[in-house]
DNA sequence: TCCATTTGACCCAC
DNA sequence: GTGGGTCAAATGGA
């Protein structure tokens, strides 16, 4: 599997953005939940869904049969790996930047300008003020204006427009990118521009603690090798790493988030056989691993699943194919079951190659497969 | 009380 | 005149 530095770099804001609203989900759920907490709690939810949502089409497996979620544009040319599992990049369908002269108020201004087509629009390490809304000729969708933050404090003449473009699963979102921020805030999350910007919902207590950079705000701008050996797996091997250690980090980063754990790095190459994301993956795929495995993390990710249904409810059987299911017995019901081929496929595609100790898979329809991984 | 968001009005280029 | 961009008073949340 070969990820573009894009790519994941994208996945890793997904997945790291992911984490942090599970993390948020559950300090709501441990406290007592009014009726706004509740409203809270779904809006986080949906939130994730969607964080799970990009992140799996990312690593959508491809066939000739497969087709992209209703509305969710081809974005970037796919990666066809021997395991048959594409990177899909559905953050940035096109990035132009340019610089223009615009004339006001008599007067030459230069400004650049970048456009990128991304679903997280407001997701970017910069933080911004909303000071308008406008309803565009010939859209569906409001388009939003914000300023930097610092706009009048730091003089900063940076901007940002937001305009839907489209109602697909995920949405996406034309941004516009005006001027470069003078106002020395943290640096952004790769691939935005100097301009980009985080929740237009940045209070003004966060800023007020944001003297240190938010976890998305990590220096990622090394190279893709060896990014995840980095950030998830700094007891790896130095100086870069493999591609199979990023499959690795990747593979843990998801599992993590999807069962609810701490994104523990597994030994390179050797996977935590007992681990609860083990056990999670091995058992959402239908495959049985040992009894203490399944009663560590059956049940809460089959909760966590489930509230995650409605993100995956656009994918249908044809979409992973009914061989699939059929080869990981995975059983398609009418409310599809279709996170549990999603887990499949990566658990079967990419997780059996890090475990040596082969153990948790020997089950009926994996030996086969991991024989023809080996 | 402070600050971000909302929203109608205004400005200006085309 | 029209449409996109911006301003600023009103509003609401913390």
Redesign the pocket.
């Known amino acids: 599997m070969a990820f573009g530095q894009d790519t994941i770099e994208q996945l890793y804001r997904e997945l790291a953005g992911g984490r942090r609203l599970s993390a948020k989900l559950q300090a709501l759920l441990e406290g007592p939940l009014d009726s706004?907490g509740q409203k809270e709690a779904v809006d986080v939810s949906r939130e994730l869904g969607r964080v799970f949502m990009v992140s799996l089409y990312m690593l959508k497996p491809c066939s000739n049969s497969s087709r992209r979620p209703e509305g969710v544009t081809r974005t970037a040319p796919e990666t066809r790996t021997d395991d048959s599992i594409c990177l899909h990049t559905p953050a940035r369908v096109k990035r132009v930047r340019s610089e223009e002269v615009?004339?006001?108020?008599?007067?030459e201004e230069v400004v650049t300008r970048t456009e990128i087509i991304t679903p997280s629009p407001y997701k970017d390490g910069y933080?911004?003020?909303?000071?308008?809304?406008?309803?565009?000729?010939?859209?569906n969708y409001l388009?939003?204006?914000?300023?930097c933050?610092f706009s009048r404090e730091r003089s900063c003449a940076a901007?940002k427009?937001v305009?839907q473009r489209d109602a697909g699963e995920p949405p996406m979102f034309l941004v516009?990118y005006?001027n470069e921020h003078t106002c020395q805030q943290p640096q952004a999350v790769p691939g935005t521009p100097n301009t980009a910007g985080s929740?237009?919902?940045?209070?003004?207590?966060q800023?007020q603690s944001s003297s240190s950079p938010p976890a998305e705000m990590l220096d990622l701008t090394m190279n893709g090798a060896g990014l995840f050996s980095r950030l998830l797996l700094p007891h790896a091997v130095g100086g870069g790493g493999s591609a199979a250690e990023e499959e690795a980090a990747i593979v843990t980063c998801l599992a993590a988030v999807i069962s609810g754990g701490a994104a523990a790095a597994p030994p390179p190459l050797i996977w935590p056989t007992s681990a609860p994301e083990a056990a999670f993956v091995a058992s959402a795929a239908g495959h049985s691993p040992s009894a203490a495995d399944e009663s560590v993390a059956d049940e809460a990710a089959a909760a966590q699943m489930a509230d995650m249904d409605y993100c995956f409810g656009q994918y249908d059987q044809s979409t992973f194919g009914a061989a699939a299911a059929a080869d990981h017995r995975v059983l398609i019901g009418d409310d599809g079951d279709v996170q549990r081929i999603v887990a499949a496929r990566i658990a079967d595609t990419v997780w059996p190659r890090y475990t040596r100790d082969t153990s948790a898979w020997e089950t009926a329809g994996t030996s086969s497969m991991r024989g023809s991984i080996d």
Not at 143 to 147: A, E, G, M
């Open positions: 706004r615009l004339v006001r108020n008599g007067r933080q911004w003020r909303k000071y308008g809304q406008k309803n565009i000729q010939d859209s388009r939003l204006y914000f300023k933050t901007k427009q305009q516009t005006l929740s237009p919902t940045t209070t003004s207590r800023r």
